[in-house]
């Protein structure tokens, strides 16, 4: 198959040469990300293109050097044969330096090779080389890049199954390896030509395209030629086993104006002038998950995008477009597989404006202006690039608890308040003194016993006794623990500032205590344990601590709040939560309200922090059923119902919606299997929950065992369905 790379460096301004391929410009600046633990490519600079092949991806850096990770081509790689588990896979998700490429310019993968164009414009290739694929010297197939022998001035290459086609400076065209379709379009019966040979076309080529066993080209007039198989119709009419020289096919409208040209698999798809789109090849017409057969289809069809296409990028059957508006919208003409791509095109909502695209028959890759690189599809030879031991798409249970009465969560660790007293944790606890505390199961908290009410932040946890001591233990940068002197602790210490309290509450960088009277102190910096009073903060009945700051209910019914930093001493009236409010809930990006009437109101944040400029919008307000609680995320929201139901919405690239899938939805769905819930807590991007018979259940994140069942790393999955960020690049 025929496997596309786009680029999309400026798309009004876009300018398409070939059918299959793209050069990619992308901005400078890295940003890694560690989802999974796994080595960093020996490769340096930032990404500036990507490539996809059926069970594979290539990067090229700035530097021209390229790294892949996914299955190996040739058979006698150490990793050949692997992919069979999660440690398997995350050997094949490490990413792999290309030995042999330092000066690439821009990358190509098909489902047996790769190839690059050079800076100096010449072909270095690599992979299996069972049809001469990789040229006159491919040998047996290699791993490292080596230059094909007689080739100068490519401006473009389109890779198929087993045959590569360059363009040339001036619009020649040169095809080399598998021949059995007549792919190579010189008129040649044998079955394979390893020499790169002249195709005979009538005028300088503009674009070239290829697909599994058929190749086209376009010239300036914009014609459309093609050659090779042709039983499905990916070719053209008449429909025909193979075609051995280039054909023009006249199917498509010529007032609309061609502006490139894409094959893959046994189809093809055009882009007009106009920005519409026409495919035709392969067309599945059973059921996907049955075998069903596909009809040949010759004839050209709007695939039924929404908006004028400006930018199309082709990889097996499937196909990607980017609108005007910067959207981007899959589709798949032969779809076997419909859990991740669709026949009628589908918005990606987690991808807009991308600098690039890269689509194979199983996964599809983008690359954001500032060198991100997200991927989706299915992820069995790790060609996804996430690896790790655990896949926390559903609740797992947390080992060795069986008293839990409530549950919280900050970044990258979980908490227990056990009907003991007792507190336990997991996952992994740092401070500014450098201190690490880790553990992948749950864990008791030395020095508590009694304790009443636990509260969990960021990167702090304090616990409140039945005396009304506060014990706080993590991070105490702003002095959120009540002690001065210290940048932290692994175990419990006193916050003095809060003695007397009969509730308590946490923010990120801030530590509170509700007193008798309705009041309310807080700790405000390191170097002062004492506590301060937010001036306005009166009357006040509870008190709840989110990661932007502290929200008081007062007696009222109004809700109040203040920031992390204390030093205005002003607590202000949050107006969107109304003036009847009988229950609050905070947390890490949102405050949510429950009314006196039953009505539902949450706020959101406008652009205090990068981690909440996504923040779910879902409409609380519109769930029908007694909501119990409300736990928001960072960019989800979860609801425990009455009934101990809980339903998730927002972003779920990490799981943390729990329903069995990667993606993003703003219409609340069920937790799978959790129903039982009597305390509920979300963080970042995972979440756990109490049980009525005592035990937890999180998921979610896992990249620091915080899901506590005794694994750690990010998830394996062998299908995603969401973009998902690859980490460690």
């Known amino acids: 198959m025929a496997f596309g790379l786009l680029s999309l460096a400026s798309c009004a301004a876009l300018r398409p040469r070939a059918g299959t391929s793209r050069t990619i410009d992308a901005n400078e600046g890295d940003r890694a990300a560690a989802l999974a633990p796994r080595p960093a490519p020996v490769a340096t600079g930032s990404i500036v293109h990507v490539a996809t092949g059926t069970y594979r991806t290539c990067v090229l850096r700035s530097s021209g050097e390229a790294a892949c990770w996914g299955a190996p081509f040739v058979r006698s790689s150490p990793l050949a044969g692997l992919h069979e588990d999660a440690e398997s896979r995350r050997s094949l998700a490490a990413a792999r330096p ?28 690599w992979g299996a080389n069972e049809s001469g694929q990789l040229g006159p010297d491919g040998g047996a197939g290699r791993e490292n890049a080596a230059t094909v022998s007689g080739l100068e001035r490519v401006v473009d290459l389109a890779l198929g199954d087993s045959h590569t086609c360059a363009m040339i400076e001036g619009g020649e065209i040169r095809c080399w390896g598998s021949n059995e379709s007549g792919q190579l379009g010189t008129g040649s019966t044998a079955p394979f030509v390893a020499t790169p040979t002249r195709v005979p076309l009538e005028a300088p080529a503009t674009t070239v395209a290829a697909g599994a066993a058929h190749s086209c080209a376009s010239d300036a007039r914009g014609r459309l030629f093609c050659w090779g198989a042709g039983d499905a119709g990916q070719i053209g009419a ?145 060609q996804l690039g996430l690896a790790g031991a655990h896949d926390g798409r559903r609740p797992v249970t947390a080992r060795g608890l069986a008293d839990a009465v409530a549950v919280g969560v900050g970044e990258g660790f979980s908490c227990a308040l056990q009907s003991s007293g007792r507190v336990s944790c997991w996952g992994r606890v740092s401070t500014a003194e450098g201190g690490v505390w880790s553990s992948a199961v749950p864990s008791e908290t030395p020095g508590i016993s009694t304790a009443r009410e636990l509260v969990v932040a960021r990167w702090h946890a304090c616990a409140r006794r039945e005396s009304g001591e506060v014990l706080c233990w993590g991070d105490n940068q702003r002095g959120q623990l009540g002690r001065a002197g210290i940048g932290g602790s692994l175990t419990p210490v006193e916050a003095v500032g809060l003695r007397g309290a009969i509730a308590i509450s946490a923010a990120a960088i801030q530590s509170c205590a509700l007193t008798a009277g309705g009041a309310v102190r807080c700790t405000h910096t390191a170097g002062d344990p004492s506590a301060l009073e937010p001036r306005g903060a009166t009357s006040i009945r509870a008190i709840r601590g989110g990661w932007g700051g502290t929200y008081a209910l007062r007696s009222d019914g109004r809700v109040l709040s203040w920031r992390e930093a204390v030093a205005v001493r ?76 809980v339903l998730c919405a927002g ?79």
């Open 570 to 645: 002003e607590a202000t009236e949050v107006t969107a939560l109304g003036d009847s409010v009988t229950a609050l809930f905070v947390g890490v990006c949102t405050a949510c309200a429950q009314r006196a009437n039953g009505e539902r109101a949450c706020t959101f944040p406008s652009g205090e922090s990068w981690i909440c400029e996504s923040a779910v919008r879902g409409a609380v307000s519109q769930v029908q059923g007694a909501v119990a609680e409300i736990s928001p995320g960072a960019r989800h929201i979860c609801l425990r119902m009455a009934d101990g139901a």
């Open 651 to 729: 972003e779920g690239e990490a799981g943390q919606l729990g329903d069995g899938v990667y993606h993003s939805t703003e219409r609340f769905g069920p937790v799978t299997g959790l129903t039982d819930a009597r305390a509920l807590s979300c963080g970042e991007s995972h979440c756990c929950a109490a049980r009525t018979n005592g035990t937890v259940a999180c998921w979610g994140s896992n990249s620091r065992g915080e899901l506590g069942d005794g694994l750690t790393g990010g998830p394996p999955p062998l299908l995603l369905r969401a973009p998902t960020l690859v980490p460690g690049l």
């Open 238 to 382: 008449p429909v025909a086993d193979a075609v051995r020289r280039p054909r023009e096919f006249v199917g498509l409208p010529r007032s609309a104006g061609l502006a490139s040209i894409h094959a893959g698999g046994r189809g093809s798809c055009a882009r007009m002038l106009d920005g519409s789109v026409h495919c035709w090849g392969a067309r599945w017409v059973g059921d996907p998950h049955r075998g069903s057969p596909y009809d040949p289809d010759p004839t050209p069809s709007d695939p039924g995008l929404s908006s004028a296409s400006v930018a199309l990028v082709m990889g097996g059957e499937r196909a990607c477009s980017v609108d005007r508006a910067g959207a981007v919208w899959c589709f798949s003409r032969l779809d076997r597989d419909q859990h991740w791509m669709y026949r009628s095109p589908m918005e990606q909502p987690a991808i807009a404006a991308p600098a690039a695209l890269a689509v194979s028959s199983t996964h599809v890759c983008a690359l954001s202006a500032s060198s991100e690189l997200r991927c989706w599809g299915t992820n069995d030879r790790g």
């Open 98 to 125: 290309v030995l042999g490429l330092t000066d690439g310019a821009r990358l190509f993968l098909s489902s047996t090779h790769a190839c690059a164009i050079t800076r100096g414009r010449r072909v270095a290739c």
